[in-house]
Each structure stands twice: as structure tokens, then as C-alpha cells.
């Protein structure tokens, strides 16, 4: 008899444990439509610069989606360099507990941080202090982007500004060039994004003891041009921010030695606007 009621007891503390285990969900879609805003209406969104100064998508770009839920899905598109829009696919499925929310979110480019909070659905982002040199353009993974829609067709906006650094030199070859503000402003790392359905996104970096600058790396030293007028440019992407006392600029060279040059004037780098400086010469 009392063999008879443990068992009893077993199944249904094993029964309860079922019935209070979350549902395991993989909801995402196979596929889904990705765009940037309209150039007309919005001249800055745009992930490369081409010839003719519009940014399009890169191959194989990635990007985190949040299908009403605060699960990080990770896409990769499916077009080539050069795709203004097209599909992303679903790299692979991960099933989950599913906390739901009120929207659908893209984040540009993936990071397993990208994060949503589930209470006011501020988007948690990265900005990266180490930016991959492109010539005449934007780093690949620099243009952080976001998109908020009803369904997976998502129209990515920009969230951060861009500066261009204009060198030139005589036989001289960079191999990174990095920017740090005079007083220590933020320009890297975490940032937190309010967006909402036909809106502009607001967007706040999250203050901390790092991320007090922000490189653009040569993956093989780049030769820059010799006169001002034959310069050789370097794009930044930074978060909206006011350098109150201006910024230094340090380059490395591929025979080891280092520039730098200042300027103490206050500069605003602003969300979707580009501030391209003079052309320094590189002693």
C-alpha cells in the first residue's frame, strides 16, 4: 500500500513540473524582407558608401531580429554587396521561452547583446570601437541601424552620425587612425534606442569607464594620397555627441611612428548627417 501511494505521488509531482515548464517556441520566420529608408526622405540611411554617396547592404551583413518577442534571432541576407534590399534568412533555429512584446525589431549589425526590454521596449546596442577600414566608405558591422514594424518587412533607419577624416602625405601608409574627445565623451559601446513606427530613433550611449574612443583599423597598411587635393578619406561611425572641446586624431603608420593632431573646437557629430574635416597632412 505505501509502495502504491509513492508511485502516486511520483506521477503527479511529475505531472505538476510539466505543466509549470515554459513552452519551448522557435517562432521566427524563415525568411524575412529588409530595406533602408528612403534616400529621398532620409539621404543618410545607407550601409556603404557607392560612387554615387548612397550606402547599400554588404554580403552575408547579419543582422539580430526580435519577432514580437524578446528573443535575439540571428538573419543573414541572402543579396550581394551592392542590394539596396532584400531577404534575410534565419541561420539557424533555437527553441526558446517566448516573452512576448507589442512590435517587431531589427538591429543592424547582429550581436548575441542586442537586447529589448520586455516592459517599454527600449532597444539595448553596440556601437564598436574598432571600425574595418573601407576605401572611400564605411566599414562593414559600423552603421548601426535599427527598423520597428508590424510584421518581418523592416525599414532600418540610422542611428549614428559620421565623420570623415581626409590624409594625405608624402610616401606615407596608415595603418589605423583613432579619434578620442578632449573630454572624454563616450563614442563606443553600449547604447540604449527609443524607436517608434514611422519615427526618428532616439539614441543615448551608455556612460561607462571604456569606450572613450572609437579606430578605423587597415587590415593592410593603406598608401594616402600626396597632396590635399589627391587625400585619402577615413569614415567613422559615432553615436550622436557634442565634442565640447574638440577631439584628437592619432594615426599609425606602418613604420611604426604615430600623429596626432587636435583641434579645441566644439564639433557635433549628429544621427544621419555626415561632418567631413579638412585635409591634414601626415608629417
Not at 547592404?57 to 524578446?70: G, L
Not at 534606442?193 to 587590415?219: L, M, R, Y
Not at 578619406?233 to 604615430?258: A, H, L, Q, R, Y
Request: net charge negative; with cysteine.
Amino acid at each position: 500500500m505505501r509502495k502504491i501511494l509513492c508511485l502516486a505521488c511520483s506521477i503527479l509531482v511529475a505531472g505538476c513540473s510539466a505543466l509549470d515548464s515554459p513552452k519551448m517556441e522557435d517562432n521566427g520566420p524563415a525568411k524575412v524582407y529588409a530595406t533602408v529608408d528612403n534616400p529621398d526622405k532620409d539621404a543618410g540611411t545607407r550601409i556603404y558608401l557607392g560612387d554615387d554617396l548612397r550606402l547599400y547592404w554588404n554580403a552575408d551583413d547579419r543582422i539580430s531580429y526580435f519577432d514580437k518577442e524578446i528573443f535575439n534571432y540571428h538573419y543573414r541576407f541572402d543579396g550581394a554587396s551592392g542590394d539596396r534590399s532584400g531577404t534575410f534568412s534565419k541561420v539557424k533555429s533555437v527553441f526558446h521561452s517566448s516573452v512576448e512584446i507589442s512590435h517587431v525589431y531589427g538591429v543592424y549589425p547582429y550581436d548575441e547583446r542586442n537586447a529589448v526590454d520586455e516592459d517599454d521596449e527600449t532597444l539595448t546596442v553596440w556601437f564598436p570601437s574598432v571600425q574595418a577600414y573601407a576605401e572611400g566608405s564605411i566599414g562593414q558591422g559600423a552603421n548601426v541601424m535599427a527598423a520597428v514594424s508590424e510584421d518581418n518587412n523592416l525599414k532600418f533607419k540610422n542611428l549614428g552620425g559620421y565623420l570623415c577624416i581626409k590624409l594625405y602625405g608624402d610616401d606615407v601608409s596608415v595603418k589605423s587612425v583613432s579619434i578620442t574627445g578632449n573630454s572624454g565623451e563616450q563614442l563606443s559601446g553600449e547604447a540604449n534606442v527609443k524607436t517608434e513606427i514611422g519615427g526618428i530613433p532616439q539614441t543615448s550611449i551608455v556612460s561607462s569607464g571604456t569606450g572613450k574612443a572609437v579606430k578605423v583599423e587597415c587590415s593592410s597598411p593603406v598608401a594616402i594620397g600626396k597632396s590635399p587635393d589627391d587625400y585619402t578619406s577615413f569614415w567613422f561611425v559615432i553615436p550622436p555627441v557634442s565634442f565640447s572641446n574638440g577631439f584628437t586624431m592619432k594615426v599609425e603608420k606602418n613604420d611604426g611612428g604615430t600623429f596626432e593632431k587636435s583641434t579645441a573646437k566644439s564639433l557635433t557629430i549628429k544621427r544621419n548627417v555626415i561632418t567631413s574635416m579638412t585635409p591634414v597632412k601626415v608629417d
